[in-house]
């Protein structure tokens, strides 16, 4: 992609900005960070965006701060000074970071609002979480809730909040109670989504400012789909 284009992209997605922070509103199916597909990550077009945009000499310094699941969407902090990555990481590891997840399920949750504690464990060699309902070797404890907010016909939409920021931890969690996330055929959906999509987005995040220690507060829009669209419509 053009470097032009790979400004307007990212400049198009930008959330929230300053000397400090970065927040984007990931793409389904874009990568945060190189992997062995060799598909170039919003890590490398995000530093580009930086680089060129604010014409720094040399390689522009960036922080992964958390990651998305390629095929999940939503709101994504990075770093541009180490002193705002190392205080949001520790922020994030006294879970002093709130966020707010919106999924689409097929079958109706148990309950409306419900907390589920499980224990998870992550198969490396799979890429993929399994849920116990005890603990059991290796295992982690996995905490969220969720909150059903709307229907359609077909559909559930809930809202989650993370406790726990596990691998896969929402997807799998979900899958455990017999809801899984509508394209997530990892986790038991019948069907895939269009370009391997799943109905996951990082809607909110709430963080003091690492320097200024204002309260941000940042929604991220949905993508352009159908479903989401319909939600979007009853949700406002």
């Known amino acids: 992609m053009p470097v032009v284009d790979i400004i307007q992209n ?54 992964v701060v958390h990651r998305l699941d390629r095929p999940v969407s939503g709101a994504l902090i990075f770093a541009k000074t180490t002193k705002a990555l190392q205080r949001l990481n520790k922020m994030l590891q006294e879970r002093r970071i709130k966020k707010a997840y919106w999924a689409v399920v097929r079958e109706r949750p148990p309950f409306i609002e419900q907390e589920l504690r499980h224990y998870i464990r992550r198969n490396t060699k799979q890429n993929k979480a399994y849920i116990y309902d005890k603990e059991v070797k290796d295992s982690q404890l996995a905490v969220l809730d969720y909150k059903l907010i709307a229907e ?29 996330i509508r394209g997530d055929l990892k986790y038991g959906f019948a069907r895939s989504n269009p370009g391997g999509f799943i109905h996951l987005h990082a809607r909110d995040i709430e963080f003091q400012h690492p320097v200024s220690k204002e309260l941000i507060t940042i929604t991220a829009a949905c993508p352009t789909d159908p479903l989401w669209d319909h939600f979007n419509k009853i949700t406002i």
């Open 10 to 63: 990212i400049e198009s997605r930008v959330l929230f900005e300053d000397n400090h922070l970065l927040v984007v509103n990931k793409l389904a199916t874009e990568i945060v960070q190189d992997d062995k597909t060799g598909d170039t990550s919003l890590f490398d077009n995000v530093k580009e965006y930086i680089r060129t945009k604010y014409k720094k000499p040399g390689d522009a310094f960036l922080g």
């Open 152 to 180: 359609s016909d077909n559909h559930f939409l809930l809202e989650i909040n993370l406790q726990t920021g596990r691998h896969h931890q929402i997807r799998a969690q979900l899958a455990h109670i017999g809801c899984p």
